[in-house]
């Protein structure tokens, strides 16, 4: 009888590992970060108590080993340190001087030696005994094997055991597999992540110097056609929106005798090949106006070399020029200006009429200035905007001030949104005298926003119904589970039953109990996955039984005493709406398990008019809710954000309450008949 335990002893030993590094490869899967991945093998190896591990990684010149991670206790390590004098963690291992290492590193072996054969290699052999026994190594054994990063070697990961054997090695292989190619995701989502940061930083400081330099910047391909224009060459060609300029040329905007001379000499640019570099001459404006400019235009080749366009640039450097006539230009041109600026600019007095108006005013509202000027600006708003417009004005009497102000004008075009900014017009004795405003039609941006508000519903649909099919598939899933493979388990257990009465053998009947006990640990474990898929007490008992179930499920794995309360009229009878609660409380219950240090919590169930609410309450550490935002949907998966989402998809909403050391209350409402209060909107 001894002998066979002393027989099966490898083979449970060998389980064990197989099982131990499965687990430990599993949980490192699919992370990417290092950090994580790290923390998550010393973990693991911590919570074993049976193996240790340390992760050696190559310095920058590949000639030694410095510890990246190590499953030791702080204990453990400081009592190395004690005994090496020096800190371990921070120690280098000199390749040249570890034959055991060299053949892991430079020869790629994977080895099993003793662990204080390995200190004595790097120690003198008195310390190095003294590390080995003060570290717990005096007797046991490890597996060195390489780390890999794209065929390279990179490190070696050690596994030790006091009873290590050789059979362990293919496990202790393979983990490392999994963890260089963990290692090597991480790494390259990190250079993904960072190089897509670069190009959106690089692609909004683009954007903020077109958007603000006050300098007129513009593209053109090969026959002078605007590709891409900023705000303020915009202006000076007198449109509202930059992107109105793409396809137009010169012609567009100037004279037929400036755009022609504009053409020849960007022609011969682009033939050329040769730039025009910060040269100072005279340009017409649209309006005729000449300017002094500063100005520079370059070709532009594509990746074969062919110039398929040119870039410009140019300053308006006339006041420089023109400095005795600044005063002039200044009251003569500050209509000529307002115009270039592609937005409406106004004046009205105290009682609200029309004092200025530019150009492009007088294009919006579609009459001529003399015919505007002196009418109400009440006349042309909408009456549900007079209200808020009203008290605007009030409001800049006193702030001086007023900014993002939208309302609605009648135009020729039909109704049209208005964003104003204004500020407030006093006399030299300080009274109120009127008010200047510019205007921007945002009519367009305002049905761009809706439309995303609707493609953001439909989105919320889609995800709805993707939870659905979820629920479906996970549904499919533990029914196959139960009804094909719990009913094949239970078999062989009827049939390994027949077998035990029939068996004369002690040794046999004592590895037929081992193997009962595997299947019934298998039956069990199904059973557990069936009900995690998705338990059918929920599709056929409803929610109340489901959350029983699950209570007594947290309590059984997680220790956490769950209190229930549940009003038996709060009964949801849409089967979306069960699933969804059903796996929100679960979400919650897991956090509390996983953040709150506690063992007691609370389920309400209760109805409120045709709305159904569930808090979920706990006792324990509480958080500053402010973080919420920032830790949104990091983890992924159904989070505290996907819960917020649906319920708003839902008609409901979720409220957390919590502050630390004052427990966690979170609390989800939705409409009883969850179709009451969607509204996934139409893509048109």
């Known amino acids: 009888m001894e002998g066979r335990k002393q027989m099966d002893k490898p083979l449970h030993d060998l389980i064990e590992i197989i099982h131990f590094t499965g687990n430990v490869s599993a949980k490192i899967h699919g992370v990417v970060d290092k950090t994580e991945i790290y923390r998550i093998i010393k973990e693991e190896f911590a919570k074993s108590k049976r193996y240790t591990t340390s992760i050696l990684l190559l310095t920058d010149d590949g000639s030694k080993l410095r510890i990246a991670e190590t499953s030791l206790t702080p204990g453990k390590l400081k009592a190395g340190e004690k005994a090496s004098g020096m800190r371990l963690k921070h120690y280098k291992i000199d390749l040249n001087k570890s034959s055991i290492y060299s053949q892991v590193i430079k020869e790629g072996k994977t080895v099993q030696v003793n662990v204080s054969d390995t200190i004595g290699e790097l120690f003198p052999r008195p310390l190095a005994y003294l590390i080995s026994k003060a570290m717990g190594y005096e007797k046991k054994k490890s597996i060195l094997t390489p780390l890999k990063q794209h065929g390279k070697i990179i490190g070696a990961f050690g596994m030790s055991s006091t009873d290590s054997a050789e059979y362990f090695i293919p496990s202790a292989k393979n983990l490392a597999q999994h963890i260089s190619s963990a290692l090597e995701l991480a790494e390259e989502y990190a250079e993904c992540k960072k190089a897509q940061e670069a190009v959106v930083h690089e692609h909004s400081l683009l954007h903020f110097l077109m958007d603000n330099i006050p300098d007129w910047i513009f593209f053109k391909d090969a026959q002078s056609r605007f590709t891409r224009v900023n705000r303020a060459c915009a202006q000076l060609l007198g449109l509202a ?9 010169d012609f567009d905007f100037f004279t037929r ?60 450097i006339s006041q420089l020029k023109r400095g005795e006539e600044k005063i002039k230009q200044a009251r003569d041109g500050y209509l000529a200006i307002t115009n270039l600026t592609g937005d409406i600019i106004v004046k009205v ?22 015919k505007l000027i002196g009418s109400a600006f009440a006349d042309y708003l909408h009456p549900d905007d007079q209200e808020k417009t009203r008290a605007a004005v009030e409001e800049v009497k006193t702030k001086k001030l007023v900014r993002g102000l939208a309302n609605r004008q009648k135009t020729p075009k039909g109704w049209r949104t208005v964003e104003w900014n204004g500020s407030a017009i006093f006399d030299q004795e300080g009274r109120y005298t009127g008010l200047q405003a510019t205007g ?11 439309k995303i ?22 549904r499919r899933i533990a029914t196959e589970l139960h009804d094909s493979v719990g009913q094949l388990l239970a078999l062989g257990k009827i049939k390994l039953g027949q077998l035990e009465k029939i068996t004369r053998s002690p040794d046999s009947a004592t590895l037929l109990g081992e193997i009962r006990d595997l299947l019934e640990q298998t039956i069990e474990y199904t059973r557990c996955l069936t009900f995690q898929l998705s338990p059918s007490i929920l599709h056929e008992l409803g929610l109340e039984a489901a959350l029983e179930w699950l209570a007594e499920y ?67 550490v509480g958080f500053n809710t402010v973080i919420l935002e920032a830790h949104s949907d ?51």
């Open 453 to 474: 508000e609707v493609y953001q519903k439909r989105l919320q649909s889609l995800a709805s119904e993707l939870i659905l099919v979820e629920e479906q598939e996970r």
């Open 257 to 316: 005798e400036d755009a022609q001379r504009f053409y020849n000499e960007e022609q011969k640019i682009i033939q050329s090949g040769q730039p025009v570099i910060a040269r100072v001459g005279q340009t017409p404006n649209r309006d005729g106006e000449i300017l002094w400019v500063l100005e520079t235009k370059v070709p532009l080749s594509d990746e074969t070399g062919k110039v398929v366009g040119l870039v410009g640039i140019s300053r308006d």
């Open 634 to 684: 990091k983890d992924g998966g159904f989070s505290l954000f996907s819960i917020q989402e649906h319920l708003k998809y839902l008609g409901g909403e979720l409220s957390i309450q919590s502050k630390p050391g004052q427990g966690t209350q979170v609390a989800l409402v939705a409409p009883l008949k969850a179709s009451q209060g969607k509204n996934p909107g139409k893509v048109r």
């Open 554 to 620: 947290i309590y059984k794995h997680q220790g956490i005493q769950i209190n229930l309360e549940i009003d038996s009229q709060a009964k949801p009878t849409d089967e979306e709406l069960r699933v969804f609660l059903f796996r929100a409380v679960k979400e919650l219950l897991l956090n509390v398990a996983k953040h709150a240090k506690t063992d007691k919590a609370k389920i309400s169930l209760s109805r409120e008019g045709e709305s159904i609410r569930i808090t979920v309450e706990d006792a324990g």
């Open 440 to 450: 921007r039609d945002i009519t367009e941006r305002k049905k761009a926003e809706k």
């Open 349 to 370: 007095d105290r009682e609200g009429r029309w004092t200025f108006l530019n150009d492009g005013a007088c294009q919006f509202w579609g009459k001529p200035r003399e």
């Open 241 to 249: 929106d930059p992107k109105e300029a793409v396809g137009k040329t």
